[in-house]
């Protein structure tokens, strides 16, 4: 075990009581009658200008073994992990037999159409249900699949203006957000190389300045400034470290857990501006979130329905739910890397009553990072969430309630 591993570890502890929570909710009389998992797909190489920033005295970015965006080796062994993790505990709660395949429709996998998230859909069905040629569906590689990408698909209207004030209403803008973060802006200059001495732009976090505009085309939102700079430049360095990367090749070894994570939060701030604020989330949720509805309403749906996209629309959804999710190792409402938001829905004994539940789980960081084995006894991080709509009855949240959220959501 590294001493980077320890915090987390202990964090992990701490939730296992979360984690290890499923098998408990028979003792009241409830039967898993439906899941459906949202999954952000696995590590992947950096995307074409994901990196906004270089270091600052010319240290080279390490190389990765795969074209920009793809799915790494390494990232499909973790998702492979998830999915064995998921039969485990699944076969547990009565779902599915423990070693024979899945009867023919009980599952269904759905991946959106880069490489990254296809080729994680089939890691995932690879090991979740092995030897049983689960298919995987999606939209030819590259297409525009409106389930993941609503607004470019042109499958909801969209205002621009009425998403910009949104974001400026429920956020204050750029500013007000980086305001809240400045320690870890401070931390990301120095993985940058910054010194006392330094001059250039990145190495006076202090000073920046953001702006939030309206595209060219009028629609889409124009983001400049430290969120736009450090987001995806941080999340390169994440992927790294997830990687398994030599750490003197992970932030040119200015990399610990408190880092990781100082990262991570900046990486959210995206999500703060394209995700989270509810226009916005609410159209990106969009088709999601009506499918979503129809499974739970439909009693001949798969027993299991996975759904493997990108972060945003994971946080988009959670948006929707009005929940927060803060995992060991990574900054609120960052969705880790192969982790999903997981629905369950439950029967009562009687079959008159069905419940929802709604959670977070993920591997930690390290477990990624090493490809640790997991099981029911060795379980990732998971984080009970409740939605909004349900806090007064969050060990009860019916069926009814969590529909009526999502059939507010636009139509497609």
Not at 69 to 74: A, C, F, G, P, V
Not at 360 to 386: F, G, N
Request: with cysteine; glycine share 10%.
């Amino acid at each position: 075990m590294t001493p980077h591993a320890r915090p987390w570890l202990r964090h992990l502890v701490a939730l296992l009581g979360i984690a290890v929570a499923l098998p408990a909710y028979a003792g009241e009389d409830l039967r898993l009658d439906q899941v459906i998992l949202i999954y952000r797909h696995g590590v992947r190489s950096p995307l074409p200008g994901e990196i906004q920033v270089d270091e600052v005295h010319g240290k080279p970015w390490p190389t990765w073994s795969v074209a920009p965006s793809i799915l790494t080796q390494h990232g499909r062994e973790g998702v492979m992990a998830m999915g064995r993790y998921d039969r485990a505990w699944m076969s547990d709660a009565g779902l599915f037999p423990k070693d024979d395949c899945p009867a023919n429709g009980s599952v269904a996998v759905w991946a959106n159409t880069d490489q990254r998230t296809i080729a994680s859909g089939q890691a995932y069905a690879d090991a979740f249900a092995p030897g049983c040629t689960l298919a995987v569906g999606h939209l030819p590689e590259g297409a525009t699949d409106p389930l993941f990408n609503p607004v470019a698909a042109g499958a909801v209207t969209w205002d621009g203006k009425t998403a910009l004030s949104t974001i400026r209403h429920e956020t204050g803008g750029p500013d007000v957000l980086t305001a809240s973060r400045r320690d870890a802006m401070m931390r990301f200059a120095q993985v940058m190389g910054c010194t006392n001495g330094d001059v250039q732009a990145v190495c006076r976090p202090a000073t920046w300045k953001g702006t939030l505009t309206l595209a060219d085309d009028g629609k889409g939102i124009a983001l400049g400034g430290p969120i736009a700079i450090t987001s995806g430049t941080a999340e390169a360095i994440i992927m790294a470290w997830l990687e398994g990367m030599p750490l003197e090749n992970v932030g040119w070894g200015r990399v610990d857990a408190t880092t990781f994570r100082a990262l991570s939060q900046l990486h959210s701030l995206l999500f703060d501006i394209h995700a989270r604020p509810s226009y916005v989330g609410a159209h990106v949720a969009a088709v999601l979130g009506n499918r979503i509805a129809t499974l739970i309403d439909d009693p001949a749906a798969p027993r299991l329905n996975v759904f493997v996209g990108s972060d945003n629309n994971i946080v988009a959804l959670a948006s929707v739910l009005g929940v927060h999710f803060d995992m060991p190792g990574y900054g609120k409402d960052d969705p880790p890397v192969g982790g999903a938001l997981v629905i369950t829905v439950w029967r009562s004994a009687d079959k008159l009553h069905r419940y929802v539940r709604v959670a977070y789980q993920a591997q930690t960081p390290d477990q990624l990072r090493e490809l640790r084995a997991l099981s029911v006894a060795q379980p990732p991080a998971r984080q009970s969430l409740v939605p909004k709509a349900c806090l007064t009855t969050p060990a009860r949240c019916d069926v009814g309630t969590v529909l009526e959220v999502l059939h507010r959501l636009p139509r497609p």
